[in-house]
């Protein structure tokens, strides 16, 4: 096991969100609710948000919906916000995957394979983030796993490898999205190999149900962290989100 994290130089909080937005259409795909997902979003002030399923080009959508966003990532983080995407899923009309939003400058991202099938074209998304006064760039990674409990295992077992390969051991770290982890066998991994806790677990001693979002049930979607101490974690699955996804976004307010 790895020894803890040491946190950075200067203290900061760090306000982070986890969402898979369903390539911004409601739940059952019959409105596009993206123009929503940023009002939403910008109204937590976020610091950095993880995004799954973000459409970053689909043709057939662009002529059906009056006010469809191609770039989804650029339109979300708006003015405010820099953003990272990694594609990952390609397909005759277009192509989705993961997104980092972030108030910080990203210095470096990186989007790697974690494709084990052609049915399920899997990435995860690594960004360096230049913070103010630390010593060193916060690490964020975005992923999203498969739906099978023998491939998710092996997936983590490629990001693992990654971590320890590409990030310091020292090196503050936060890694977030949709593991589609029902079974709940994926944190006592990352704990084991990387230290990393993740947020719900730490508070609450159980991951989040964030999914289906009207009535969370299931425990997908997660929020690990290294080098960092959990203040705040919640599911936000009240109005207005329980019409902008089928997920429910975590929330989760970080010391570091």
């Not at 946190?7 to 059952?28: D, E, M």
């Not at 770039?71 to 990272?84: K, N, R, V």
């Not at 400058?105 to 399920?120: G, K, Q, S, V, Y």
């Not at 990001?159 to 936060?174: G, S």
Request: proline share 5%.
């Amino acid at each position: 096991m790895r020894p803890h994290a040491a946190l950075p130089a200067h203290h900061r909080q760090l306000v982070v969100a986890s969402y898979n937005i369903h390539k911004g259409l409601s739940p059952l795909n019959r409105r596009l609710v993206l123009h929503d997902v940023r009002h939403a979003l910008s109204q937590l002030a976020p610091d950095m948000v993880f995004l799954q399923e973000v459409q970053g080009v689909h043709l057939a959508h662009s002529h059906r919906f009056e006010t469809w966003q191609q770039a989804q990532h650029e339109y979300l983080a708006g003015d405010l916000l820099h953003s990272a995407y990694g594609k990952n899923a390609h397909y005759h009309l277009g192509h989705h995957g993961n997104a980092l939003l972030s108030r910080y400058p990203i210095l470096h991202w990186d989007n790697f394979d974690l494709t084990l099938h052609r049915f399920e074209q899997r990435g995860a998304l690594h960004c360096q983030l230049d913070v103010a006064d630390w010593d060193q760039p916060l690490h964020a990674l975005c992923v999203h796993l498969n739906l099978r409990a023998g491939d998710r295992r092996k997936q983590i077992g490629i990001l693992v490898d990654y971590i320890q390969r590409h990030i310091p051991a020292d090196a503050p770290l936060v890694l977030a999205g949709d593991f589609n982890d029902w079974r709940g066998e994926l944190s006592a991994m990352l704990a084991q190999h990387l230290d990393m806790h993740e947020a719900f677990e730490t508070l609450y001693g159980a991951p989040a149900r964030s999914f289906p979002v009207r009535m969370p049930l299931l425990t997908l979607d997660r929020v690990y962290v290294r080098g960092f101490q959990v203040s705040v974690a919640e599911v936000l699955s009240g109005a207005p989100w329980r019409n902008l996804s089928d997920h429910a976004p975590l929330y989760a307010v970080l010391q570091g």
